[in-house]
């Protein structure tokens, strides 16, 4: 395991990690921090390249399911990179409550829709100009453990490996195919492989289970100040509505996605018992 190790809050590999919070440095030089053995362990099996491992086995605490054993041995087999830090410096770089001691600086996979390659009656879930971390990581998590086929994110306005996306995530970012592009990129793209788009708004007629979700879709979201725009309301193939019993006018955006996320699931589900 790691033959050096940083004890210097000040040391200049610190301070550029550190930098990394910022969109605009991980936009410039293609890198973004994973910090967790779960998050670290997913991004492991995927086509993200590591550059470094910073390890503080200090935070490793209990590992009762043997997962970082795990994690830890796979590092070791690919002969990554690996650097030993003191718990202050650790901390410096962090950027969450929960700190195991493992993060890694990685170069995410971007996918293209080229990539893909699609089920006989795709699911793909488009999430439209989503602010928070916290939202976009809950609609990775679902959309991964939904098994759908890709997640579109369109018009984005955070980014797609924010180090806080990727912890909200739970590492599933890493795990799914997520293509960026504008609207009409995606749009084009589904058109083109003959997928309907469905769109969710509480005053819509149509309960969304009665709706056919079995088909080819797109369940699109909207962000969270605007709801969805007008360039998919005027695109949408099929309109429903979660109803609303209560005082609230709506749900959190990622609770909508993951009722018809799994709407979808359950009646492709159906066909197949």
């Given at each position: 395991?790691?033959?050096d190790?940083?004890?210097?809050l000040?040391?200049?590999?610190?301070?550029?990690?550190?930098k990394?919070?910022?969109?605009k440095t991980?936009?410039?030089?293609?890198?973004?921090?994973v910090?967790?053995?779960k998050?670290?362990g997913?991004?492991?099996?995927?086509k993200?390249?590591?550059e470094?491992i910073?390890?503080?086995p200090?935070?490793?605490?209990e590992d009762?399911?043997g997962?970082?054993a795990?994690?830890l041995?796979?590092?070791?087999?690919?002969k990554?990179?690996?650097i030993?830090?003191?718990?202050?410096?650790?901390?410096k770089i962090?950027y969450?409550e929960r700190?195991?001691g493992?993060?890694?600086l990685?170069?995410?996979y971007?996918?293209?829709?080229?990539?893909l390659k699609?089920?006989?009656?795709?699911?793909?879930?488009v999430?439209?100009c989503?602010e928070?971390?916290?939202?976009?990581?809950?609609?990775l998590?679902?959309s991964?453990a939904a098994?759908?086929d890709a997640?579109?994110v369109?018009?984005?306005?955070?980014d797609i490996f924010?180090?806080n996306?990727?912890?909200a995530?739970l590492?599933?970012v890493?795990t799914?195919?997520?293509?960026s592009?504008?609207?009409q990129?995606a749009f084009?793209?589904l058109?083109?492989?003959?997928?309907?788009?469905?769109?969710?708004?509480?005053?819509?007629?149509?309960?969304?289970?009665?709706?056919?979700?079995k088909?080819p879709?797109?369940?699109?979201?909207?962000?969270?100040k605007e709801?969805?725009?007008?360039f998919?309301r005027?695109?949408a193939?099929v309109q429903?509505?979660?109803?609303m019993?209560?005082k609230a006018?709506?749900?959190?955006?990622?609770?909508?996605a993951?009722?018809?996320?799994y709407?979808a699931?359950?009646q492709?589900n159906e066909?197949?018992?």
């Amino acid at each position: 395991m790691p033959k050096d190790k940083i004890t210097s809050l000040t040391n200049p590999f610190i301070k550029e990690l550190v930098k990394l919070r910022d969109r605009k440095t991980r936009k410039e030089s293609n890198f973004t921090l994973v910090e967790g053995f779960k998050e670290t362990g997913l991004a492991l099996e995927s086509k993200a390249k590591f550059e470094q491992i910073f390890l503080c086995p200090e935070l490793f605490g209990e590992d009762k399911k043997g997962r970082k054993a795990k994690v830890l041995e796979e590092i070791t087999k690919r002969k990554l990179p690996t650097i030993e830090t003191t718990k202050e410096v650790f901390q410096k770089i962090s950027y969450g409550e929960r700190q195991e001691g493992i993060l890694g600086l990685v170069e995410p996979y971007l996918y293209r829709f080229a990539d893909l390659k699609l089920k006989k009656d795709p699911l793909f879930v488009v999430a439209e100009c989503v602010e928070k971390p916290g939202n976009l990581g809950a609609i990775l998590r679902t959309s991964e453990a939904a098994n759908a086929d890709a997640l579109i994110v369109v018009e984005a306005v955070t980014d797609i490996f924010n180090p806080n996306v990727i912890r909200a995530s739970l590492g599933t970012v890493f795990t799914i195919p997520v293509v960026s592009c504008s609207n009409q990129e995606a749009f084009d793209f589904l058109k083109k492989q003959k997928v309907s788009v469905c769109i969710a708004e509480p005053n819509f007629p149509t309960i969304y289970y009665d709706a056919d979700l079995k088909q080819p879709v797109a369940l699109v979201v909207g962000g969270e100040k605007e709801g969805l725009s007008q360039f998919w309301r005027s695109h949408a193939d099929v309109q429903v509505k979660v109803p609303m019993f209560g005082k609230a006018g709506s749900l959190n955006l990622s609770v909508t996605a993951g009722v018809l996320i799994y709407e979808a699931v359950r009646q492709r589900n159906e066909l197949i018992t």
